[in-house]
């Protein structure tokens, strides 16, 4: 008969099985349950928009649903029909998010003889704080005068023909012309100028943007406005000239922009003994071919196709009818917005269930800081066309579409209660542009 001392190990061993198999099984029991919601599920509630600025000659009214309440005092009604999602919000807009938008129509225009230029800056739009844009046209032959910024600058022609010049820093010259849809960019310091050529009978109009949002286009330094503030004697030293005359034709106040001559072609290039800039400050952005996608295309100019660029990086986007650019955020980039073509609904996300959306038409500026979400839809009948433009020397985006189909499905299971269906149709390469059957494009009342 064994002692109680030799039973032990045994004893010990049973203990440890027989515990094993109830973890076992409390585990099962539990990996069975289902999970239960811990806070209410989101509604599921359309919140189509409710108009736009083609509806019909009707009020609208700022209803959603069973809230809100006619406005009986004084109401700009074209505003409100521009921008139906601010006066009757969706209910899934939430909290305090800064306006993230600007008409350049809202603008003041500078009118010279030979052209006009508008601007967006902080002092308009103060969330714009890391970048500006200068709306400008010229009549043919018209010149933007030889000038410089403390900032880069960095064009997107948007119609018509111009000639950029410049010189850099090491002497060595540059000319080019640039057509609707291509791109320049002039790092900071470099003086240079615009000049439109005579392609067409309306000159050129193009869109600049400057990486400091409080930039302003009326802080140029400008060649006839520091001449002008020079005395004279000084000029003819810094030139080596001693003929009193040579210099007293010099503008008493900057010109800016002034009619001219239209400018020759390219083929006649200033002869330079230091040569040209070895890379280039113009970029055939409208020769690239556009990546087809599902709802859309784009295309994405940076510094690694458009070396000189590292300041500015910029995605030109289409957005068919139905379409819209996914959910998705830039991890480090403010992104500035223009739109092209068409309508737009955005709605910004800033964390902490803060969110608001906004409607754009053709010649809005949008502004959405670094690492918000949002989506750009098309809520028009045409293509949508803007352009994502960004304070950096790279084109960078997280797609929410992507980022949940690479994650282990159990754990999406976990947060979002999907199935197992709906997981298999996430997407593990970036959709980018999408298209779906369903849209919220507003019925006109």
Not at 5 to 12: A, F, M
Not at 115 to 135: C, H, K, L, Y
Not at 312 to 334: K, L, S
Request: net charge negative; hydrophobic share 40%.
């Amino acid at each position: 008969m064994r002692s109680i001392q030799s039973l032990l190990p045994l004893i010990t061993l049973s203990l440890v099985y027989g515990a094993a198999i109830k973890h076992r099984d409390a585990t099962s029991l539990s990996s069975a349950a289902g999970p239960t919601p811990t806070v209410p599920y989101a509604s599921t509630t359309p919140n189509d928009i409710l108009w736009g600025p083609d509806s019909p000659h009707s009020v609208p009214k700022p209803f959603r649903g069973k809230t809100g309440a006619s406005v009986l005092g004084p109401d700009n009604i074209p505003i409100d029909l521009e921008n139906a999602d601010l006066f009757a919000p969706p209910s899934t807009d939430n909290g305090d998010v800064p306006n993230s938008k600007w008409p350049f129509s809202m603008s003041h225009m500078r009118l010279q003889t030979g052209g006009w230029a508008r601007q967006q800056n902080v002092e308009m739009f103060p969330v714009a704080t890391s970048m500006a844009g200068v709306d400008m046209r010229l009549e043919p032959g018209a010149i933007r005068e030889l000038h410089w910024h403390s900032t880069a600058e960095w064009a997107y022609v948007l119609k018509g023909t111009t000639q950029v010049t410049s010189v850099d820093q090491n002497g060595r010259n540059f000319i080019a012309t640039v057509r609707s849809g291509d791109l320049w960019y002039f790092p900071p310091g470099i003086p240079h100028s615009l000049q439109a050529s005579n392609e067409t009978a309306e000159g050129s109009e193009f869109l600049l943007v400057f990486p400091d949002g409080a930039f302003s286009d009326d802080g140029t330094f400008l060649l006839t406005d520091w001449l002008a503030h020079v005395p004279a004697e000084v000029i003819r030293k810094n030139f080596g000239i001693t003929n009193p005359d040579a210099f007293s034709r010099i503008p008493s106040k900057q010109l800016y922009i002034f009619p001219s001559t239209p400018p020759n072609d390219d083929a006649d290039d200033v002869s330079d003994p230091q040569g040209t800039v070895p890379q280039p400050f113009f970029f055939p952005f409208s020769q690239v071919e556009p990546t087809k996608l599902e709802g859309g295309s784009v295309k994405i100019a940076d510094s690694t196709v458009f070396d000189v660029a590292t300041k500015i990086a910029v995605a030109e986007v289409t957005v068919h009818a139905g379409g819209m650019r996914e959910m998705h955020w830039h991890p480090t980039q403010d992104e500035w917005t223009f739109i092209l073509a068409g309508e737009a609904r955005i709605t910004v996300f800033a964390a902490n269930s803060n969110a608001r959306t906004f409607n754009f038409q053709a010649g809005d500026i949008g502004f959405i800081p670094a690492s918000y979400g949002h989506y750009v839809e098309n809520t028009g009948n045409t293509t949508l066309k803007y352009l994502e433009v960004f304070n950096s020397d790279r084109f960078e985006d997280v797609s929410l579409n992507q980022w949940l189909a690479l994650t282990p499905p159990a754990l999406v299971k976990a947060h979002l209660g999907l199935d197992d269906e709906t997981i298999g149709l996430l997407k593990k390469v970036k959709p980018t542009v999408i298209y779906a059957s369903y849209t919220c494009r507003y019925k006109p009342f």
